[in-house]
């Protein structure tokens, strides 16, 4: 088996923290024109220290994406003003913050994902982790330098239903931010709100007599 044989399909997606989803949204949804595709949102993860997130996605064209983690109640590490690029890790900064900076690279099957958990198994960066999230699974280790490098491949098509999903996960999650004190319930609170909102909005439309 050549090399050749298992050929990575780019950049599946780069990700950072946030501290303001609600600019991060209107800067690539709203200012940049790059719509939202895919949301996870996680309660109760992992250790007892780890706050409730939501993990989100902009398609950046070419299959690729830039995501974003958003901790709710996480205190700023470093000022978040324009230009600060969270530079300089200190020891006061949380192990689950750094890994949310990480690289994903696209594989196209299970094969290959197996093929590269070979490679790296029996080098000097072993695989850390191999987890299977919603609709993708990935491996985990982190290169020469301590960056965390992801290998992922698609479990199955993401469904437009799942867009639209995303999009109110988001849209909530910006009303819950602007006022103050946002949590995960109020995310979600505000989410199943959104839905019904929408829902009678639709019913609405569809039984306006058409001209």
């Known amino acids: 088996m050549t090399k ?3 050929r990575v399909q780019g950049v599946d997606h780069t990700a ?6 609600a600019g991060t949204v209107r800067f690539y949804r709203d200012v940049l024109g790059f719509p939202v595709v895919h949301s996870i949102c996680a309660a109760g993860w992992g250790p007892e220290d780890h706050p409730d997130f939501i993990h989100f996605f902009f398609d950046i064209g ?31 900064v949380p192990e689950f913050f750094v890994r949310s900076r990480h690289l994903a690279i696209h594989v196209e099957n299970e094969v290959d994902l197996l093929e ?19 609709t993708i ?40 931010v602007d006022e103050g004190e946002p949590t995960f319930g109020k995310l979600l ?10 829902a009678a909005e639709w019913e609405l439309a569809q039984a306006e007599p058409r001209r």
């Open 116 to 134: 590269y958990r070979r490679r790296l198994d029996v080098s000097d960066w072993p695989v850390e982790m191999q987890i299977k999230h919603e």
């Open 189 to 198: 609170a505000r989410k199943a709100e959104l839905i019904v909102e929408r």
């Open 62 to 92: 070419n299959d690729d994406r830039i995501a974003f983690f958003y901790y709710f109640g996480l205190e700023p590490v470093h000022g978040h003003g324009r230009g600060d690029v969270y530079a300089g890790f200190g020891p006061e």
């Open 137 to 176: 699974e990935s491996i985990y280790t982190h290169d020469p330098n301590g960056y965390m490098v992801e290998f992922t491949r698609a479990m199955r098509p993401i469904t437009p239903q799942e867009d639209l999903d995303a999009n109110l996960t988001i849209d909530a999650l910006l009303d819950v």
């Open 4 to 6: 050749l044989d298992h």
């Open 16 to 21: 950072f923290p946030t501290f303001d989803p």
